[in-house]
């Protein structure tokens, strides 16, 4: 496991205070964030998100504002250089992931591709 402040992953301020929320209202204070991206959705990736107690042994930690965010070594590879965001809209309210290696992606912004 690898601690880090986010040179590679960035997590804004918003992003970490919303994980917080999330996580109390689920009753699972102090748990984190896992960030994953996967096959599929309509361009070929999509991330995917849920609550994690503890992190594994290939995880990238990411500490903002007093909450973790893990991203797994695979994942890590297709978010390299991006950075985690909270955005709230009349429509709802959804993380957002601002990646530079993405070609591509959905209107609905879980699924992108790489080149």
């Given at each position: 496991m690898s601690v880090m402040t986010g040179e590679?992953?960035?997590?804004?301020?918003?992003?970490?205070?919303?994980?917080?929320?999330?996580?109390?209202r689920e009753g699972r204070a102090g748990a984190g964030l896992r960030v994953t991206?996967?096959?599929?959705?309509?361009?070929?990736?999509?991330?995917?998100?849920?609550l994690e107690d503890a992190a594994a042994e290939d995880d990238l930690v990411i500490e903002e504002g007093g909450v973790r965010v893990f991203v797994d070594?695979?994942?890590?590879?297709?978010?390299?250089?991006?950075?985690?965001?909270?955005?709230?809209?009349?429509?709802?309210a959804h993380f957002i992931v601002s990646n530079p290696q993405?070609?591509?992606?959905?209107?609905?912004?879980?699924?992108f591709a790489v080149a």
């Open positions: 590679t992953f960035a997590v804004t301020p918003r992003a970490a205070e919303e994980i917080a929320a999330i996580a109390a991206v996967s096959a599929g959705g309509c361009s070929g990736l999509q991330y995917g998100f849920a070594s695979t994942s890590l590879e297709f978010l390299a250089g991006s950075r985690l965001d909270w955005h709230e809209a009349l429509i709802g993405a070609v591509s992606g959905c209107g609905c912004g879980t699924s």
